[in-house]
C-alpha cells in the first residue's frame, strides 16, 4: 500500500475491533443493515457480478449474495475482511487497496455488472487518491455497468470535487439521492448517494 488510508491514518488500531464490534451487535439485535444491498438490487439484473469496494465487515456483500449476486469483496484493512470472510461465508473478500486495485492479478479477470461504495468509502481512501480510487472503479466495471457511491458531505471530500472525479475517471452521473432510501436529492443535503455509470462502448 503505497499511501496509507484515511482509516489508517485516523483512527486506531482499537477503531476496526469497534467497528467489527458494532455491526456484529446491530446485526444480532435484528438492525436492519441490508439499505444500501436493497438499492443496489434494484438496480441490477438477477445474479450480478458485483464488487463491494471498500466491504468493510462485509454487510453489503452478504445482503448482495443473499438475494443471488454474485459478490467480491476488497478492503484495505486486513482485520475487516477476517471478520467478512468469519461472519459472512460465501463472497470472496480480499486485502486490497482500492487505489491500486488490480483484481485479474487475484484471478477475478471478469468485469463487474455494479460496484457499490457504502459506509463513507470514498471519505476514507488516501489523501489525493480519490481520482485513482474511481478510475481503478471504473476499470473493473463492464461497458454500461454502474457504481454505487454513497458518503456524506461534512467529512472533506466536496461533492463538486467528487464529480470532477467522476468525470475524469470516464464514468457519468445518471442520479443523485439524499439517501440509500431514494430521498430526493436537494442542495442542502449532508449526504448523497450517486448512481455513476460506465458509458457503453
Not at 477476517?82 to 487505489?99: F, I, K, N, S
Not at 476499470?139 to 468525470?167: E, K, M, N, T
Amino acid at each position: 500500500m503505497t499511501n496509507p488510508t484515511r482509516w489508517a491514518t485516523e483512527t486506531g488500531p482499537e477503531h476496526s475491533q469497534w467497528y467489527i464490534a458494532r455491526f456484529r451487535q446491530l446485526a444480532a439485535e435484528g438492525a436492519d443493515l441490508d439499505g444500501e444491498a436493497r438499492l443496489v438490487d434494484a438496480v441490477v439484473a438477477p445474479r450480478s457480478r458485483i464488487l463491494d469496494a471498500g466491504c468493510g465487515t462485509g454487510r453489503v456483500g452478504a445482503a448482495l449474495a443473499r438475494r443471488g449476486h454474485l459478490v467480491v469483496g476488497v478492503d484495505a484493512d486486513p482485520a475487516l475482511v477476517e471478520a467478512a470472510r468469519t461472519d459472512h461465508p460465501g463472497p470472496r473478500w480480499l486485502v486490497a487497496d482500492l487505489a491500486e486495485l488490480d483484481l485479474a492479478g487475484a484471478g477475478e479477470a471478469e468485469p463487474f455488472d455494479a460496484a457499490v461504495l457504502a459506509g463513507n468509502v470514498m471519505a476514507f481512501v488516501a489523501p489525493g487518491t480519490e481520482p485513482t480510487v474511481l478510475a481503478r472503479i471504473a476499470g473493473h466495471l463492464r461497458p454500461d455497468g454502474v457504481a454505487l457511491v454513497g458518503f456524506g458531505l461534512d467529512r472533506g471530500y466536496r461533492l463538486d470535487h467528487f464529480d470532477s472525479d467522476v468525470a475524469a475517471a470516464g464514468l457519468r452521473l445518471d442520479q443523485r439521492f439524499a439517501t440509500w432510501d431514494l430521498r430526493p436529492w436537494r442542495e442542502e443535503a449532508d449526504f448523497a448517494v450517486s448512481l455513476l455509470r460506465r458509458p457503453p462502448d
